[in-house]
């Protein structure tokens, strides 16, 4: 419907019918006021026909419903300047923002704030001033600005700003002194006092955390790090949840105190299963493993929690640790490799394929590894021992053929290259690439040269001794 009362309306405006064209517009304002094309037209039109008043309040509607209209704010400059000092340094800042000029919106907000007497006026000013810094990373004098709404208004979402604010910061005192503030102005809010409750248990303060606890779970938590286990094994036994990731921890927890392992093992799996991403199901197992003086294991798991958190240069180090401690185990092998591949680090990724394929012989991800590795080298008589291996273990594998066809075709036997290429496209017929392998295959020229003694070519002889 907004098309053809547009494009009806535009035909009057081009006709010069101003009147009939706004009288248009204003019918289908309560049915378009939402659509920001028309708020445009529309306020465009007041703004042609002198209506001041109607072109501010639709230009206020459009920056509403589309923040990011520029032209409504570079109208509303216009409307404000001389009218509302207050709404022009914030339209201004706004305006400035949209062009990516955050730091000298904070002088416009700033003048906002000394243009008027009205408290919410000042309050809101006061929150964009808050965000403008924080954008251009001055966070003290963010804080500055939501504790200066705090003196003129109680607002529960900035205690939570400035307690998220200093915990970013690691200054957890502070968090807790806003926070401390926030429960006591909203007694009644339970997620304020649950944050600050997790924050007296960071600081290892289970009495303060079990006082601002409201709900079993944290009331648990605060019960276990204190020691007093068969009251905490009371409430866990009392939640009804028992869908929740953090109840199976929470046992987990207890046994742990208890030193049964088995037990405590059984809800740590309970709780992978439920959350199998979570990095503290991996801290737990490497707690267990430690308190067992597995170091191994220890180290193993603590790698998972980190490779979890996507901290792979502290999880390299644990895999390195726990292969250290067991080099016969090939889980830390395998995301050894993991880490050097996605890294690009194909000196390391080489040795541990080949301690890998030393300790699982079959092991297709260190066979297409070293495979791929002495390719790059351009030694593909090596290259061609661990892509045969790989095609013997893993059938399927199309791009393995693919892989070890190259290797014999550099190798100048192209009767076994174009074997390679045509296993390769009956097993993959539709991979996006077969086409031009079908082509290549059409116009070789088969051959079953050597494959021992002088066999490389010349470009490959200059490449290896670039390689030296």
Not at 278 to 299: E, F, I, R, S, W
Not at 314 to 323: C, D, G, I, S, V
């Amino acid at each position: 419907m907004s098309n053809g009362v547009l494009i009806q309306a535009q035909m009057l405006i081009d006709e010069e019918q101003y009147d009939r064209a706004y009288e248009m517009l204003e019918k289908a304002y309560e049915k378009l006021k939402d659509d920001a094309e028309y708020l445009e037209k529309i306020a465009l039109l007041a703004k042609t026909m002198e209506k001041t008043e109607d072109a501010a309040k639709y230009w206020e509607e459009l920056v509403v419903v589309n923040p990011n209209a520029l032209v409504g704010y570079a109208e509303l400059l216009d409307v404000y300047e001389n009218t509302n000092k207050y709404k022009y340094y914030i339209t201004r800042a706004k305006y400035k923002i949209l062009n990516e000029k955050v730091t000298q919106s904070i002088d416009d907000y700033k003048k906002a704030i000394n243009n008027t007497q009205d408290e919410v006026e000042i309050v809101n000013a006061r929150f964009l001033l808050a965000k403008a810094y924080e954008h251009v990373g001055k966070t003290q004098n963010a804080i500055d600005e939501y504790y200066a709404i705090l003196e003129q208004k109680s607002d529960m979402a900035i205690y939570y700003k400035l307690a998220d604010m200093y915990a970013e910061m690691g200054d957890r005192f502070s968090a807790i002194n806003v926070l401390e503030k926030g429960v006591k102005a909203f007694p009644q809010v339970n997620e304020l006092a649950e944050y600050l409750s997790a924050l007296y248990l960071k600081e290892e303060q289970p009495e303060k955390a079990l006082e601002y606890s409201r709900n079993s779970f944290s009331k648990a938590k605060a019960l276990l790090v204190k020691g007093d286990n068969e009251e905490a094994l009371k409430v866990l036994n009392s939640i009804e949840d028992k869908q929740n990731a953090n109840l199976p921890a929470l046992y987990a927890e207890y046994y742990f105190n208890k030193k049964d392992w088995e037990k405590c093992t059984e809800y740590i799996e309970q709780f992978k299963t439920i959350a199998p991403q979570n990095p503290l199901v991996y801290q737990m197992k490497a707690l267990v493993c430690d308190a067992n003086n597995d170091l191994y294991g220890y180290h193993f798991n603590m790698g998972k929690c980190y490779s979890y958190k996507q901290d792979y240069d502290l999880a390299l180090a644990e895999y390195l640790n726990a292969h250290r401690h067991d080099a016969k185990q090939s889980g830390a092998v395998k995301e050894i490799i993991k880490i050097n591949e996605a890294s690009g680090d194909k000196t390391s990724s080489m040795e541990f394929y080949e301690k890998l394929v030393r300790q699982e012989p079959d092991n297709p991800i260190a066979l297409k590894g070293l495979g791929d590795v002495y390719a790059d080298m351009y030694e593909f008589r090596n290259a061609l021992e661990y892509y045969e291996k790989l095609v013997k273990v893993d059938s399927n594998n199309y791009e393995a053929y693919s892989k070890l066809g190259l290797c014999y075709e550099k190798l100048k036997n192209t009767q076994k290259a174009k074997e390679c290429y045509e296993i390769c496209i009956s097993k993959a017929p539709l991979s996006p690439d077969i086409e031009k392998l079908k082509e290549k295959v059409s116009k070789m020229v088969v051959s079953d040269g050597p494959l021992e003694g002088e066999s490389d070519g010349l470009i490959d002889k200059i490449m290896k001794l670039f390689k030296k």
